[in-house]
Structure formats: C-alpha cells, structure tokens
C-alpha cells in the first residue's frame, strides 16, 4: 500500500510540473517551419495560424504564414498575412514583406497596388534586384493595360464587329470602303481600273 501511495504522490507531482513548465513562445512557428521545408503547405499554414494565436511574434508568424499561403496559390489571403506582418522595424523584413505583398498583389492582378508595394521594399533596400525587375515589369503591364482600355473605350464596333460612325444625329452606321467600286462590282486592290 506504501508503494502504491508514493507512486500516486510522484505522478500527481510530476503532473504539476508539467504545468509549471515556461510555454514555448515560438513552438508553433517552428512546427510550421519544419512543415513548410517539407512541402507540407496546408500543415504549415494550420501551425502558422496558431503561430498568430499564440506565439511571441505576430510579425514572423504572419510572414511565414503569407508564405504558406502563397505556395497554395491562395494569393489574397497571403495579400493579407503579408500586409498584418509589415508591423517590423527591421528594413530586411520590411523589404521581404513588401517585395512579397507586392508578388501577391501582382498575381490577383492588382497591378498598380503592386507597383506601391514594389516601390515600398525597393526603399527598405535600394539594392533588391528583384524588387527592381519585378517593379518594371508590374509597371510595364499596367500601362499596357491603360493603353488597352483607352484603345477599348474609343473603339466602337457593332456585335459583328463592324466598324461603326456616327451620323450627325447620333445615329450608328456601317462605315464603306470603295462605296463606287462595290457598286460597280468591281475591286480596286492593285490601283489599276
């Protein structure tokens, strides 16, 4: 009975010391880390989240789990982890974070919100090439776009895809070409009659 006494006592004892044990302030970060270098993704963004919940820095944890969400192709929830980690200090950590907003953005195609966020890492550090390349492509695409739709909104054509003209009225009508030789049957390609 003394035997059975004293292992109860110790069990009870060595419960309460596992209570009293300091908490791991970057357990879940780590976790996620180790599921991240493994390609475990989907893990890697479940430990990052409670990273979020629980662990000392919210910074990294919201940069590692913009990561993870990013590499499932979940840009606009990796658009925000990515925004909720720029809280830093640390000019590296703050060029990472933008230069990586900015790739996320870019891939929802929020290219001008891009090009800022490009602009942000490439004054956290002047020298991040890739920033560079990727702040010049972004820009590159945007004016592409611009000229597009300026193109778009000022070309009118019919469902046909007719060209189309505007009588004084306002009225729509079918632009000719060669109006005589049509009428005559004939087509004036090569300049001779």
């Not at 908490?23 to 879940?28: F, T």
């Not at 893990?43 to 820095?57: F, L, M």
């Not at 990796?78 to 809280?87: C, R, S, V």
């Not at 004016?143 to 070309?155: F, P, S, V, W």
Request: proline share 3%.
């Amino acid at each position: 009975i003394f035997v059975i006494i004293v292992l109860l006592i110790s069990g009870v004892i060595q419960a309460q010391d596992d209570t009293t044990k300091p908490r791991d302030p970057w357990k879940n970060t780590r976790d996620g880390n180790g599921l991240y270098k493994s390609k475990d993704f989907a893990g890697a963004e479940k430990k990052y989240k409670e990273a979020v919940a629980k662990d000392t820095s919210k910074t990294t944890s919201n940069y590692n789990l913009g990561n993870a969400l990013y590499e499932q192709k979940k840009y606009d929830e990796a658009e925000k982890a990515y925004a909720d980690a720029l809280d830093s200090q640390n000019p590296d950590t703050l060029n990472k974070g933008w230069y990586n907003l900015g790739n996320s953005l870019f891939e929802q195609g929020k290219l001008e919100e891009s090009v800022t966020a490009y602009k942000e890492a490439l004054k956290n550090n002047p020298n991040d090439e890739n920033a560079r390349y990727n702040l010049a492509m972004a820009q590159k695409m945007l004016k592409a776009r611009k000229e597009k739709e300026k193109e778009d909104k000022n070309l009118k054509k019919d469902p046909k895809g007719k060209d189309q003209m505007e009588d004084s009225a306002g009225n729509k009508k079918e632009k000719k070409d060669n109006e005589k030789g049509k009428e005559d049957g004939k087509n004036n390609k090569d300049g001779n009659g």
